[in-house]
């Protein structure tokens, strides 16, 4: 499975929301917000979003449906001691009796503040409902994605059987341009029949050669046919395949550019800009890719 990076997901299980989402990086960065007394699960928030994804920008939000309730507890010991000493007060200064519950509550540490025990399997359940969604949102990205990417590949292989098929014509036209510069040097006397005469057949020879060289473009040709099927091999296993399907496109664009440096013949060049923006094309769909 080719998966995207764009998704959202949300769920809520035992009193816990959980809404995750994700966004196209590069490598894999993420935020995560809990409720402070949730703060010790963050590592393992973390963790369970790295066990699902390798790249991209996630954020994790965690929260509460309101349903806990503040647990009050009274500190009874406290409360004891409190009112015997207030009674031996009383007795000792003959002072009347008649301190209530306020006088009491004044005391600091009579009524308890408890933090609220979650049960955090079902924040975890919830995670992974969330996390559930957003692979399938990037799973459908992911199956857009590959169907784009393999369009683009087949449009790519379309214009090199067309650069293929116009080579030995543009071959040709490359001798007819060399045989008439040649003969345009010797009436000018570029290659006068004298004692000199081997190093001027050593600049004919080299002259053909360079001119041979520059409209040669077999080996690119062939590297195009076989980065593509590669590509396709790529996309076929699917997985973690971003990284390496930029690579291959990398690749596919410098035989592309060599070709329409080379060429003479305009077909061939119009044909190698086409391809280079295929390839531009298929480099902007993968940035979405993980």
């Known amino acids: 499975m080719v998966q995207g990076m764009t998704g959202f997901g949300s769920a809520e299980r035992g009193g816990f929301r959980v809404e995750v989402r994700s966004l196209n990086h590069r490598y894999l960065e993420m935020s995560v917000k809990l409720p402070p007394a949730l703060g010790r699960h963050e590592m393992a928030v973390r963790d369970a979003v790295k066990r699902m994804f390798e790249r991209g920008k996630l954020d994790v939000y965690i929260s509460t449906t309101g349903q806990e309730r503040i647990r009050l507890r009274?500190?009874?010991?406290?409360?004891?001691?409190?009112?015997?000493?207030?009674?031996?007060?009383?007795?000792?200064?003959?002072?009347?009796?008649?301190?209530?519950?306020?006088?009491?509550?004044?005391?600091?540490d009579i009524l308890i503040?408890?933090?609220t025990e979650y049960e955090t399997d079902a924040m975890f359940e919830a995670l992974d409902d969330a996390l559930a969604g957003v692979m399938a949102m990037r799973?459908?990205?992911?199956?857009?994605?590959?169907?784009?990417?393999?369009?683009?590949?087949?449009?790519?292989?379309?214009?090199?059987?067309?650069?293929?098929?116009?080579?030995?014509?543009?071959?040709?036209?490359?001798k007819k341009r060399f045989s008439e510069r040649a003969k345009a040097f010797l009436s000018a006397g570029e290659f006068p029949l004298s004692e000199d005469a081997g190093i001027n057949e050593s600049k004919l020879i080299h002259e053909a050669a360079r001119a041979a060289e520059k409209v040669d473009i077999k080996e690119e040709v062939e590297r195009i046919e076989g980065h593509l099927g590669y590509l396709r091999k790529i996309l076929g296993n699917g997985g973690k395949i971003g990284r390496t399907l930029d690579f291959i496109l990398q690749e596919l664009y410098r035989e592309a550019n060599t070709i329409s440096s080379k060429a003479e013949e305009q077909r061939v060049v119009r044909a190698a800009v086409a391809m280079k923006a295929e390839i531009e094309g298929m480099r902007e769909q993968i940035q979405n890719i993980q």
């Not at 650069?163 to 030995?168: A, E, G, Q, Y």
């Open 74 to 108: 009274l500190n009874l010991p406290l409360a004891r001691e409190i009112a015997a000493a207030l009674n031996s007060l009383c007795e000792e200064l003959s002072i009347r009796r008649d301190m209530g519950i306020e006088a009491m509550l004044a005391w600091k």
């Open 113 to 115: 503040t408890e933090e």
């Open 139 to 174: 799973a459908q990205e992911g199956g857009e994605i590959m169907a784009g990417v393999m369009a683009g590949a087949e449009r790519m292989e379309r214009l090199n059987r067309e650069v293929v098929s116009l080579c030995p014509e543009a071959a040709e036209a490359a």
